[in-house]
């Protein structure tokens, strides 16, 4: 899977969000080598990003990223017509904006480290209800040929555990065929059954043909979730701010099923 580099504005386009939505604590997961946290740190907006390549090796992601934005460059120019160009304008204007959004990440992660937390689905390292607004694009679903559908669902609940708000999902369409994942009307229902009411939004923005509908869950009073995370540590290398004393420690109960996430997966 690609590590990718999307942009801040990219994110706003992406996951339709409002200077309200910008002034809530925002989770970026799988956050790669995108420069949404960095961009929206220099706003004062509150985000952290989760990846599992946020461990030892963090420091080369950047570079990483921008080795693959150089390769992906060719593939673009050389098939434009397989994209929707309303966003970006052109290649040229895309490999551009992928670059410095993956400068601008290399630059943040060093300076601001604790905001780049090592975590991967289905087992998140943070307290329940930590983020008002938990934001996730191109893993799920894209990558449905991938991940199979248990992976989805113990997914899915896990990004509802650590939201208060809501949680926001975004393409629902197959990254090879531009087809819906197949199963979203499935775990939309068992997400329905869990108390988590979920709608499909358009935006406007597209990269792929037909994907610009974005998933939106209802994460403010979801019923029991199933299964309590095994092990682990639930201390949190951020401050929760919004987690006042009068709240009491926070809870490491609930989240994903057993479902592992499949070995050797990169961010996206």
Not at 149 to 161: C, K, P, Q, Y
Not at 196 to 216: I, M, T
Not at 248 to 263: E, I, K, L
Request: proline content about 8%.
């Amino acid at each position: 899977m690609l590590v990718s580099a999307r942009s801040f504005d990219e994110y706003r386009a992406m996951f339709a969000l409002t200077d309200d939505d910008l002034g809530q604590r925002i989770l970026d997961c799988p956050g790669g080598a995108a420069s949404f946290v960095a961009e929206a740190g220099a706003r004062g907006v509150d985000a952290v990003a989760v990846d599992p390549q946020y461990g030892p090796e963090r420091d080369v992601l950047g570079a990483l990223a921008l080795r693959e934005i150089e390769h992906k460059h060719a593939y673009v120019a050389d098939n434009a017509g397989g994209f929707v160009w309303d966003w970006f304008g052109s290649p040229e204007r895309y490999t551009r904006l992928r670059a410095g959004s993956a400068r601008a990440f290399t630059a943040d992660i060093a300076a601001r480290p604790d905001r780049y937390v090592a975590g991967a689905l289905p087992h998140l390292p943070f307290p329940d209800r930590s983020f008002d607004l938990v934001l996730s694009s191109h893993l799920l679903f894209s990558y449905g040929a991938q991940f199979g559908e248990d992976f989805h669902l113990s997914a899915l609940i896990e990004l509802v555990r650590v939201a208060r708000r809501a949680v926001r999902l975004f393409p629902v369409v197959l990254h090879t065929s531009d087809q819906r994942y197949p199963a979203l009307d499935r775990l939309r229902a068992e997400l329905a059954g869990l108390g988590v009411p979920s709608r499909l939004d358009r935006v406007g923005y597209a990269f792929q043909p037909g994907g610009d509908e974005v998933l939106v869950l209802d994460a403010t009073a979801p019923g029991p979730l199933p299964a309590t995370r095994p092990g682990g540590d639930a201390r949190d290398p951020v401050r929760w701010r919004h987690l006042g004393a009068a709240a009491g420690p926070a809870s490491a109960t609930g989240g994903a099923g057993p479902v592992q996430r499949p070995p050797g997966v990169s961010a996206r």
